[in-house]
């Protein structure tokens, strides 16, 4: 039996993850969840799931939860940090949004800790540092992403020297085939309305404007050793084929599956093993078809600053990565127009002085900064 601890446990991934372990209790068990300030919902989970140990980030909300439960209670990043490096845990799911995950996934690979990473932003904006821990710990790093799942067993047995090149498929969101004036008005709801996954509100804001993919191919450098022009996104509107490998010999191997996010973190939770389930199956013969386009950079630029921040490197990636997140919480609060992320975003790196990203430390700076900067970017809006 594996023991796991969960960061973000009542979020879309957190809550999937559960589901996974729900349906598998002799293979895992559940010792730690941190949450943000769900009090009611975290408590439905300790109720199921009886964990060890819990967080809630804020403060306020965990002394809520203190007078409500039995089980030991902690808040802060030192508390997320606690339920990463629990010491009976050996896998790490960490499923919270935003640059916020850096911190305990790195303590938690510098202690040995298995991941399976849900967060995009920690790989993005420090994937170097990331990465060199991860290789001197020796652990494994499993991606929870529907896409980075599929190039992950595509890949698996294969040489590396043998990969002509990844594609990356995307669905193109809800706004796929329209100019950037038809929609840079948008209102959060019709942003929200993503074609074929169900989400959390931020990363379907940033599948909207295909950040997501973005942040994605800098993932993919990173998890695979990857050069940027050995990286393509092809739009795939049907979502099936998450992701393909295009060998030196022409030959491309696809991943192919439900729009269901348990899949993939199953299997990063049981990885090397395959487990059986039963969930929902893909009939081909009910798909009817696959269709695949380019993708439009021109009306969706954030697909294009990622692709930039990414060759250029240093802590640019960070910078972009922080002003997204800024500009998509203001964007979702009303506090902007929906056309207005991308040239925040592109307002931010132009004047981001590029550093190397050779630290956490040195990233968490430039993130911190960033934020600052984008908030003065959009108080002059």
Sequence with gaps: MKNISILGSTGSIGKQTLD????HKKEFKVLG???FNEVDKIIEQ?????????????????????????????SGMKGLEEIALMEEVEQVVVSVVGAIGMQ???????????????????????GEPIMKEAKKSGI???????????????LNGEERSKVSKVIITCSGGPFRGKKIEDFYNATPEQALGHPTWSMGAKITIDSSTLMNKGLEVIEAKWLYDLSFEEIEI?????????????????????????????TPIQYALSYPKRISNKFPRLNLIEAQKMTFEKPDYENFPCLSFAFEAGKIGGTLPAAMNAANEIAVLRFLDKKIKYGQIPEII??????????????IETVLEADKKAREETKKVIEKL
Excluded: W, Y
């Excluded at 929870?144 to 190039?151: F, N, R, T, V």
């Excluded at 592109?346 to 630290?359: G, I, P």
């Design 20 to 23: 996974v372990i729900k349906s």
């Design 33 to 35: 969840l941190a949450a």
């Design 46 to 74: 300790i109720k199921e799931f009886k964990p060890e140990k819990v967080c809630l980030f804020e403060e306020k909300a965990a002394q809520e939860l203190e007078k409500k439960t039995d089980v030991e209670v902690v």
């Design 104 to 126: 305990p996934t790195i303590k938690a690979i510098r202690k040995g800790k298995n991941i399976a990473l849900a967060n995009k932003e920690t790989l993005v904006a420090a």
């Design 140 to 154: 494994t790093l499993m991606p929870i992403d529907s896409e980075h799942s599929a190039l992950f067993q595509c």
């Design 234 to 262: 092809v739009i795939h509107p049907q979502s099936l084929i998450h992701s393909m490998i295009e060998f030196v010999d022409g030959s491309i191997m696809a991943q192919i599956g439900t729009h269901d996010m348990r």
């Design 346 to 359: 592109k307002k931010v790196m132009e004047e981001h002085k590029n550093r190397k990203a050779d630290s």
